[in-house]
């Protein structure tokens, strides 16, 4: 049987399983909305960064990324923060689409997965 293990389990959602080396993240958003489209995606990638060295792994072994935005005309300016993080030579596949967040204060939510180490 393959092994799985869920870290922050809540009643409605993990935010980490990891399934036979592979490693899933819930959408990830911002704590503070009061910050535009840069500190959110800075913010949201911070915790990306938290939760995989949490399962010992990390941005280089992302293996795809999903980029939701409220506003797609902020996509330059997202770009920006996601160029300066992500790894040279590891950029992952990647989808950006605009979309209705949850909370409308939310400019970004970003779902990855990744490899175990």
Do not use: C
């Not at 704590?31 to 990638?45: E, H, K, N, P």
């Amino acid at each position: 049987m393959a092994s799985l293990q869920r870290f922050h389990v809540g009643p409605r959602l993990s935010e980490t399983a990891v399934h036979n080396g592979t490693i899933y993240l819930a959408g990830q958003v911002p704590d503070d909305t009061s910050q535009d489209i840069r500190g959110q995606t800075a913010q949201v990638l911070g915790m990306i960064d938290r939760l995989l060295a949490e399962v010992g792994s990390d941005k280089s072994r992302i293996l795809m990324t999903q980029i939701f935005l409220a506003d797609i005309t902020e996509i330059v300016a997202m770009n920006e923060v996601w160029d300066a993080w992500v790894p040279a030579g590891n950029t992952p596949p990647r989808a950006t689409v605009q979309a209705a967040m949850a909370n409308p204060a939310y400019k970004i939510e970003i779902v990855i997965t990744a490899a175990a180490a």
